[in-house]
Nanobody, 117 residues
Framework: QVRLVESGGGLVQAGGSLRLSCAARPGNIVNANAAGWYRQAPGKQRELVAT???????TYADSVKGRFTLSRDNAKNTLYLQMNSLKPEDTAVYYC??????????WGQGTQVTVSS
């Protein structure tokens, strides 16, 4: 069974940066249908932050465009989310998600990101 191990969350002041990591153990993220990050703030539904398809096309939520960057390190089998110019409204639990096939999806355990004003 594939596990997604997340790291990199924490507390940061508005305007600061964080980088989230998601490592697949085992599994090859580059071969997945899609991989990305979602987030869920208190009292709100989980929402897409960014995702990359097998062909490399990346999609971002409008709220993070120009501030967040999704990338993959194929050699390390790791997905990253570089978050710059963070805002208090970015505060949420961030979840890594990998869609291996149409019938098999894996979620990470979640990592808390808190942005203070």
């Amino acid at each position: 069974q594939v596990r997604l191990v997340e790291s990199g969350g924490g507390l940061v002041q508005a305007g600061g940066s964080l980088r989230l990591s998601c490592a697949a153990r085992p599994g090859n993220i580059v071969n997945a249908n899609a991989a990305g990050w979602y987030r869920q703030a208190p009292g709100k539904q989980r929402e897409l932050v960014a995702t990359v398809a097998r062909d490399g096309r990346t999609t971002y939520a409008d709220s993070v465009k120009g501030r967040f960057t999704l990338s993959r390190d194929n050699a390390k089998n790791t997905l990253y989310l570089q978050m710059n110019s963070l805002k208090p409204e970015d505060t949420a639990v961030y979840y890594c998600n990998v869609v291996w096939t149409t019938a098999y999806t894996t979620w990470g355990q979640g990592t808390q990101v808190t942005v203070s004003s």
